[in-house]
């Protein structure tokens, strides 16, 4: 089973690389954006980045425990830890908010002590509460358009060996 999915998985892989040959070039000094494959030009407004700069009193769940940062240094907890806005975050990473609703922390995660969330690279996630529904929506499409590619690299690729293997047999 593991082997039919590594092939599934290397079909995938192959299958969107090929005709792929669009190159984009992105140049941050002036926000503009290239794409060579359709000769046109598109200027991007950056949107204002917030990044994560962690203060007294924030949490991070980092090599799977959940810590707190004090006096300069992550330390970890040894109890639920309430934050300004009353959201809690338990021991095992699960964080609910007032009105009742529940995600888990992902390794690297971090809230900062008035309730903000920030991604294991620094970013703020504006809708942290919402945004695990939509990242496991987005996952299982993924997963599903990944497999139904697979499949079709693989029957490709099937169908050409089994043509290659007729002509050695003939």
């Known amino acids: ?3 039919v999915f590594g092939m599934a998985a290397i079909a995938a892989i192959l299958a969107s690389c090929a005709g792929n040959e ?7 000094a002036d926000s503009m954006v290239t794409t060579t ?3 046109t030009t598109t200027m991007v407004n950056p949107a204002p980045v917030t990044t994560y700069t962690a203060t007294e009193g924030d949490v991070m769940l980092k090599d799977g425990k959940v810590m707190v940062y004090q006096n300069g240094a992550w330390v970890a907890s040894t109890k639920e830890v309430v934050l300004e806005d009353g959201t809690v975050i338990t021991l095992k990473g699960e964080v609910k908010n007032k009105d009742g609703k529940t995600i888990s922390l992902q ?3 971090a809230v900062n002590k008035a309730g903000a969330f920030f991604d294991k690279a620094g970013n703020a ?3 942290a509460w919402d945004a695990s529904k939509e990242g496991v929506k987005d996952a299982a499409g993924a997963v599903k358009e990944g497999a139904k590619d697979a ?9 050409k060996v089994g043509e290659k293997a007729k002509e050695v047999v003939q």
């Open 37 to 39: 494959a359709m000769d």
């Open 22 to 28: 669009t190159k984009t070039e992105t140049s941050t």
């Open 151 to 159: 499949a079709g690299a693989i029957k490709d690729a099937s169908k």
């Open 1 to 3: 089973m593991k082997k």
């Open 125 to 127: 996630i504006s809708n």
């Open 107 to 109: 390794e690297g995660e």
